[in-house]
T-cell receptor, first 115, second 113 residues
Framework: DAGVIQSPRHEVTEMGQEVTLRCKPI?????LFWYRQTMMRGLELLIY????????DSGMPEDRFSAKMPNASFSTLKIQPSEPRDSAVYFC?????????????FGPGTRLTVL | GNSVTQMEGPVTLSEEAFLTINCTYT??????LFWYVQYPGEGLQLLLK?????DKGSNKGFEATYRKETTSFHLEKGSVQVSDSAVYFC????????????FGAGTRLFVKA
């Protein structure tokens, strides 16, 4: 299995530009999670989906952030407009089913730098 | 609500030293407990887990025992290697709070040769 795939691995952009991060979960997994990791705030859950439907987006910091999951094999996290404080590593993770002993599988992350 | 507290880092050890990283939790019911590890430049990956009281999870020489009476899940390894240098996250997944996993703040471990 290829694992969770994220692209791009690195993104450098200027303030005000639109940024789109992409994720392909593990085939067959029905939960998908987007996290943000910074030194100051640690690992934060932004939003998660079940069967392509957003379940909890309470962690999305502002209206500038949006996420979609048009099908079971693809999700995007968009920031528009981007700001320097959005600089972070963004992780996508997926898991199977609702059992509480099921772990999450993380992608390698996208390192975003907003200048 | 559910929460996880783990010891602050960084922890710096010499090779072959004994490692303990403390983790305590607050949760209703009977959560599952996890340790994830993040190597430099990578995403988190599962290191070990325990799903009920007194269970011991183990992997790659690491161990942790689910202690309900002390609400703890401390990570231990008898002899660390330089390759164990990473950030370690304690986490729980409970009966409430949807299907989110609650992660601790992470503890960075440096192992010197």
């Amino acid at each position: 299995d290829a694992g969770v795939i994220q692209s791009p691995r690195h993104e450098v952009t200027e303030m005000g530009q639109e940024v789109t991060l992409r994720c392909k979960p593990i085939s067959g997994h029905d939960y998908l999670f987007w996290y943000r990791q910074t030194m100051m705030r640690g690992l934060e859950l932004l939003i998660y989906f079940n069967n392509n439907v957003p379940i909890d987006d309470s962690g999305m910091p502002e209206d500038r952030f949006s996420a979609k999951m048009p099908n079971a094999s693809f999700s995007t996290l968009k920031i528009q407009p981007s700001e320097p404080r959005d600089s972070a590593v963004y992780f996508c993770a997926s898991s199977l089913g609702t059992a509480k002993n099921n772990e999450q599988f993380f992608g390698p992350g996208t390192r975003l730098t907003v200048l | 609500g559910n929460s996880v507290t783990q010891m602050e880092g960084p922890v710096t050890l010499s090779e072959e030293a004994f490692l303990t990283i403390n983790c305590t939790y607050t949760a209703t019911g009977y959560p599952s407990l996890f340790w994830y590890v993040q190597y430099p430049g990578e995403g988190l990956q599962l290191l070990l887990k325990a799903t009920k009281a007194d269970d011991k999870g183990s992997n790659k020489g690491f161990e942790a025992t689910y202690r309900k009476e002390t609400t703890s899940f401390h990570l231990e390894k008898g002899s660390v290697q330089v390759s164990d240098s990473a950030v370690y996250f304690c986490a729980l997944k409970g009966d409430t709070g949807g299907f989110k996993t609650i992660f601790g703040a992470g503890t960075r471990l440096f192992v010197k040769a």
